[in-house]
């Protein structure tokens, strides 16, 4: 199994979530939102409303206001120009970076995107300049470190790969279909889930020393922090010094 290499990532990610509550609302209702409005209101036909529903709920969100915003995907004629958009690009350091937003006016969207590469030494690019190096998976962790147990639970449900960290969490990737069932396993044998996610996963990465880290995460922090854009993935391999 693999390494240490994402933990710093995810430990940025966490830190970040953690910090900005309201925001983070806010883009899970738009979640709830776009995933209704793709795939129907029925959480039990819709994985993707049942994996936002799930972090809507991990995040204390009123359910009042889930399921306005699910009432809103499903009818509401609201959501009708709410699109998906899709941004690709390059950090500092040739860092490669890949950006999901949701939109009611992708000039706006573009126009933010595109300043804050500018403004933190990075570019926009084309479609398809960094997309090749992504691809989706499922992302959960948990604090139940015997990777054996993990293992035996696990292995015929399409798990690909189980990293351990330092602070005995354990990292488990899926196949993005078969995320649902494994949070099932884990639930059935109580296994504490602490956060579950879908992903894009570089097939390449870049080590960064502790000055480029800051760099680059300056400008994912500056794209996160745009109201339009759900998540930014990156090929960054982060240093593990200091507090990154």
């Given at each position: 199994?693999?390494?240490?290499?994402?933990?710093?990532?995810?430990k940025?990610?966490?830190?970040?979530?953690?910090?900005?509550?309201?925001?983070?609302?806010?883009?899970?209702?738009?979640?709830?939102?776009?995933?209704?409005k793709?795939?129907?209101?029925?959480?039990s036909?819709?994985?993707?409303?049942?994996?936002?529903?799930?972090?809507?709920?991990?995040a204390?969100?009123?359910?009042d206001?889930?399921?306005?915003?699910?009432?809103?995907?499903?009818?509401?004629?609201?959501?009708?120009?709410?699109?998906?958009?899709?941004?690709?690009?390059?950090?500092?350091?040739?860092?490669?970076?890949?950006?999901?937003?949701?939109?009611?006016?992708?000039?706006?969207?573009?126009?933010?995107?595109?300043?804050?590469?500018?403004?933190?030494?990075?570019?926009?690019?084309?479609?398809?300049?960094?997309?090749?190096?992504?691809?989706?998976k499922?992302?959960i962790?948990?604090?139940?470190?015997n990777?054996?147990?993990?293992?035996e639970?696990?292995?015929?449900?399409?798990i690909?790969?189980?990293?351990?960290?330092?602070?005995?969490?354990?990292?488990?990737?899926?196949?993005?279909?078969?995320?649902?069932?494994v949070?099932t396993?884990?639930?059935?044998?109580?296994?504490e889930?602490?956060?579950?996610?879908m992903?894009?996963?570089?097939?390449q990465?870049?080590?960064?020393?502790?000055?480029?880290?800051?760099?680059?995460?300056?400008?994912?922090?500056?794209?996160?922090?745009?109201?339009?854009?759900?998540?930014?993935?990156?090929?960054?391999?982060?240093?593990?010094?200091?507090?990154?």
């Amino acid at each position: 199994m693999a390494g240490h290499s994402k933990w710093a990532n995810i430990k940025h990610r966490k830190g970040r979530q953690d910090e900005k509550k309201q925001k983070i609302f806010s883009k899970l209702i738009r979640e709830l939102t776009v995933a209704s409005k793709l795939g129907g209101s029925e959480v039990s036909d819709n994985p993707r409303l049942r994996l936002a529903l799930d972090k809507a709920l991990g995040a204390n969100m009123p359910k009042d206001t889930i399921e306005r915003a699910i009432a809103r995907g499903a009818g509401d004629s609201d959501s009708g120009n709410l699109e998906e958009i899709s941004y690709e690009g390059y950090g500092p350091n040739g860092v490669a970076i890949l950006i999901e937003a949701m939109s009611d006016n992708k000039n706006r969207t573009v126009a933010e995107v595109r300043h804050a590469f500018s403004k933190c030494g990075g570019s926009l690019g084309t479609d398809g300049s960094v997309s090749y190096l992504f691809s989706k998976k499922g992302q959960i962790v948990t604090n139940e470190s015997n990777q054996d147990k993990l293992l035996e639970l696990l292995i015929s449900e399409g798990i690909e790969d189980i990293e351990s960290s330092e602070d005995n969490l354990t990292l488990i990737f899926t196949d993005a279909n078969n995320i649902h069932n494994v949070k099932t396993v884990l639930e059935n044998e109580n296994i504490e889930i602490l956060q579950a996610d879908m992903i894009m996963d570089s097939s390449q990465t870049v080590k960064l020393d502790s000055e480029a880290t800051e760099k680059v995460i300056r400008l994912i922090e500056s794209l996160e922090d745009l109201d339009d854009i759900q998540n930014v993935f990156s090929n960054a391999e982060f240093s593990l010094d200091d507090n990154n």
